[in-house]
C-alpha cells in the first residue's frame, strides 16, 4: 500500500539555525500539508499546498516557514531560523487524485529538536 | 469556526472492559469525522471515518463509532479492549476546501489498560 514518507526521523539542531524537513507524498496525490505537534499537545495544521502554491495557511505558519516541491515528488517544509518553541513533531500528509478528497494520509512524522 | 472537543483527558479501562471515549464537534455543514490512533513517538493511524451514509462506522482493530448529529457527537467504542491498545486516541473534523482540505484535530484522550 501506497504511504507517506519523512526524512529524516528525527532532527536536532541548534536555535536560530535553519532546517528543511522532507516529505514524500504518494505519487498521485495532488494536496499536499503540514501539520505540527508539540510534545503532549494536539496536532495543528500549519499550511496547505496545491498547483505548486500554497491554498491555505495558519496563523502558525509565519514569515519562518516555507513550504516548496522542488522537484515533482518531495515536498518540503523549511523553517528559516529556528526557536526553541519550534520544537515538536511534524507531519507531512497528502490527499487526492482528482477534485476534491476527504481522506488525509499521514506520514510518520519528524520529530525537531531545537536546543 | 469548527472545533472539536474530547471531554477526557485521559481513561483507565481494565483489559477485557469496554471502552467509550467521547468526542463533540462544531461544524456548520456535513462533518467528516475521523478518529486517530497515536502511539508514545509514532505517527497517526487513521481507525476509521465517517463521510456520509449509515452512522455506525466500523474501523480497524474492533473500533467502531457511532455518528449522532443531534448531539454533535462521534463517540469511538471498542466492546473488549487489549493492552496493546493503550495509546493516545484523536476524534478530528475535516473541513474541505477549495485547495484541499482541513483537519482539526481535538486535545486527544490517552487510554491506559490495567491487567
Known amino acids: 500500500e501506497p504511504e507517506v514518507t519523512q526524512t529524516p526521523s528525527h532532527q536536532v539542531t541548534q536555535m536560530g539555525q535553519e532546517v528543511i524537513l522532507r516529505c514524500v507524498p504518494i505519487?498521485?496525490?495532488?494536496?499536499f500539508y503540514w501539520y505540527r505537534q508539540i510534545l503532549g499537545q494536539k496536532v495543528e495544521f500549519l499550511v496547505s499546498?496545491?498547483?505548486?502554491?500554497?491554498?491555505?495557511k495558519s496563523e502558525i505558519f509565519d514569515d519562518q516557514f516555507s513550504v516548496e516541491r522542488p522537484d515533482g515528488s518531495n515536498f518540503t517544509l523549511k523553517i528559516r531560523s529556528t526557536k526553541l518553541e519550534d520544537s515538536a513533531m511534524y507531519f507531512c500528509?497528502?490527499?487526492?487524485?482528482?477534485?476534491?478528497?476527504?481522506?488525509?494520509?499521514f506520514g510518520p512524522g519528524t520529530r525537531l529538536t531545537v536546543t | 469556526a469548527q472545533s472539536v472537543t474530547q471531554p477526557d483527558i485521559h481513561i483507565t479501562v481494565s483489559e477485557g472492559a469496554s471502552l467509550e471515549l467521547r468526542c463533540n464537534y462544531s461544524?456548520?455543514?456535513?462533518?467528516?469525522l475521523f478518529w486517530y490512533v497515536q502511539s508514545p513517538g509514532q505517527g497517526l493511524q487513521l481507525l476509521l471515518k465517517?463521510?456520509?451514509?449509515?452512522?455506525l462506522v466500523q474501523g480497524i482493530k474492533g473500533f467502531e463509532a457511532e455518528f449522532k448529529r443531534s448531539q454533535s457527537s462521534f463517540n469511538l467504542r471498542k466492546p473488549s479492549v487489549h493492552w496493546s491498545d493503550a495509546a493516545e486516541y484523536f476524534c478530528?473534523?475535516?473541513?474541505?476546501?477549495?485547495?484541499?482540505?482541513?483537519?482539526?484535530f481535538g486535545a486527544g484522550t490517552r487510554l491506559f489498560v490495567k491487567a
Open positions: 500528509a497528502s490527499s487526492g487524485t482528482s477534485g476534491l478528497s476527504y481522506e488525509q494520509y
Open positions: 505519487s498521485n496525490h495532488l494536496y
Open positions: 499546498f496545491y498547483n505548486n502554491e500554497i491554498s491555505e
Open positions: 461544524y456548520g455543514a456535513t462533518p467528516y
Open positions: 465517517y463521510f456520509s451514509g449509515d452512522t
Open positions: 478530528a473534523v475535516g473541513a474541505p476546501r477549495a485547495g484541499g482540505f482541513k483537519t482539526i
